[in-house]
T-cell receptor, first 107, second 117 residues
């Protein structure tokens, strides 16, 4: 079993929709997580950290951690075409990444 | 913010030739850099950790003689793909940790797309 797993998508939504991107992990020792955004043919950029549990908001983005189910979510409100990218989750401090979910926001 | 650059951004080479990819931290010194490989629609796979002034640490399954890493200065690490073959075609990305932020934060370069014919 991979340590971090994501549904590769693609996930296609209309502009303005609320998007939910998800990650599962297997190692209960992981405390915090990071979400990276990777545009096509570019390197990933750090989007935000999560708290060890619960929700963390940053503008239109909310990161959520459910430790009981080992489930991480990234919610994007009022999605924009510029949000179209691949979103990768990673345990903080670890050099491993989920496969990434490709998001397409259509105008 | 911390900026990491890579050069070249894309390269096409013939099978059997060697290709060098540079990774530079532009506004900070990085004692440690990381090299990743990414196939289409796949995750980043860590290849090796590059340490300034010492030998790189390679991940299991990565051939150190195939992927030569040199980290001769605090701002430059190079990855040389020796005797490249078509199966080496991939997207290579480097990253570095900035001393200004959490030690766990990685800043990634823009990547180098390698195509071996």
């Amino acid at each position: 079993q991979k340590e971090v797993e994501q549904d590769p998508g693609p996930l296609s939504v209309p502009e303005g929709a609320i998007v939910s991107l998800n990650c599962t992990y297997s190692n209960s020792a992981f405390q915090y997580f990071m979400w990276y955004r990777q545009y096509s043919r570019k390197g990933p950029e750090l989007l935000m950290y999560t708290y060890s549990s619960g929700n963390k908001e940053d503008g239109r983005f909310t990161a959520q951690v459910d430790k009981s189910s080992k489930y991480i979510s990234l919610f994007i409100r009022d999605s924009q075409p510029s949000d179209s990218a691949t979103y990768l989750c990673a345990p903080r401090g670890k050099l491993i990444f989920g496969q990434g979910t490709t998001l397409q926001v259509k105008p | 913010g911390a900026v990491v650059s890579q050069h070249p951004s894309r390269v096409i080479c013939k099978s059997g030739t060697s290709v060098k990819i540079e990774c530079r931290s532009l506004d900070f010194q990085a004692t440690t850099m990381f090299w990743y490989r990414q196939f289409p629609k796949k995750s980043l796979m860590l290849m090796a950790t590059s340490n300034e002034g010492s030998k790189a640490t390679y991940e299991q399954g990565v051939e150190k003689d195939k992927f030569l890493i040199n980290h001769a200065s605090l701002t430059l690490s190079t990855l040389t793909v020796t005797s490249a073959h078509p199966e080496d075609s991939s997207f290579y990305i480097c990253s570095a940790r900035s001393p200004w932020t959490s030690a766990e934060t990685q800043y990634f370069g823009p990547g180098t797309r390698l195509l071996v014919l």
